[in-house]
């Protein structure tokens, strides 16, 4: 079965899409078979992939926009520099789709319904896997807006990056809020976890929001934290994920570790169902 997870915080800056390549590769790296769908307009996941918003002949924005048949929604993929990782890119025009959305029937279920087209079956293009995708990670936009109520939609994880700040707890209850109301309406079988990013262990801020998460949300807080480490950036820059730009570095063993942490937590919750 296809995992799919909506990594979403509407606080930008917290490591939302850095976050999703790198959770991506690492899996790729574990053998998944694994695809990256850049659902911000802002279009900053496919140019960390290595791709140009601008530049690329087709996104997401045609699926969505065209309701596109599943050989059309597969013709938009792109390979990445890693193995087992693929891309569903976006451009600058996705930030215009959602009004012509919601005048649709049923719309929450439009990247739903394109994605389970699109998992069980085998590739036709030969620089694509032959096999469907293990995981599919959706890169949300930074607001609770149309898109991302789509995103958890489609998913059976929202996954949250929580920086460690001042402000994170506010930003954090109202996507909960949102993810009720997503269970209410659209996906009565979503859960979440939640996972601490640009952990500064030197500032006493930072390790009492953490503290804090420990306590209101034990059950569904990952362990792995992943610190400030500017390798990340620049990973970002190059167009690569962390763990092919620094192998070595703290950044790439700490999303390594989330990987690993990620697919035991998904394979005890598949065992006791």
């Known amino acids: 079965m296809t995992v799919i997870l909506a990594v979403s915080n509407q606080k930008g800056g917290v490591a939302k899409t850095t976050s999703c390549l790198s959770l991506g590769a690492c899996l790729a790296e574990l053998g ?37 048949s599943e050989a059309d929604l597969r013709s938009l993929l792109l390979p990445t520099v890693m193995t087992n990782l693929d891309l569903l890119p976006a451009d600058l025009r996705l930030a215009t ?3 012509s959305l919601t005048k649709r029937e049923g719309y929450e279920y439009t990247l739903l319904h394109g994605l389970q087209s699109l998992t069980p079956l085998q590739w036709d293009v030969e620089t694509l ?3 469907k995708y293990d995981a599919v990670l959706i890169d949300c936009p930074p607001s609770l ?17 929580v920086q460690c700040e001042y402000f994170a707890s506010r930003g954090l209850l109202r996507l909960l809020d949102v993810i009720d109301a997503v269970r209410q309406h659209t ?4 859960d979440y976890w939640i996972f601490a990013t640009l952990f500064d262990v030197r500032n006493a801020i930072s390790r009492r929001v953490y503290e804090e998460l420990q306590g209101h949300f034990k059950g569904h807080l990952l362990q792995t934290v992943i610190r400030l480490d500017t390798r990340l950036r620049e990973s970002s820059m190059v167009g690569e ?28 919750k598949e065992s006791i169902e």
């Open 32 to 68: 998944w078979r694994t695809l990256v769908v850049d659902f911000d307009p802002q279009g900053h996941l496919t140019l960390a992939a290595g791709y140009e918003p601008d530049e690329v002949e087709a996104s997401v924005v045609d699926f969505l926009l065209a309701e596109a």
């Open 97 to 99: 789709v959602e009004q």
């Open 129 to 131: 896997p032959r096999e």
């Open 145 to 161: 807006g149309t898109l991302t109520i789509l995103a958890l939609t489609a998913a059976q994880w929202a996954l949250i990056p």
């Open 187 to 190: 996906n009565p079988s979503l």
């Open 241 to 268: 994920p962390v763990i092919l730009y620094a192998p070595r570095t703290r950044a790439s063993q700490e999303y390594r570790d989330l990987a690993r942490e990620l697919v035991e937590r998904l394979q005890q």
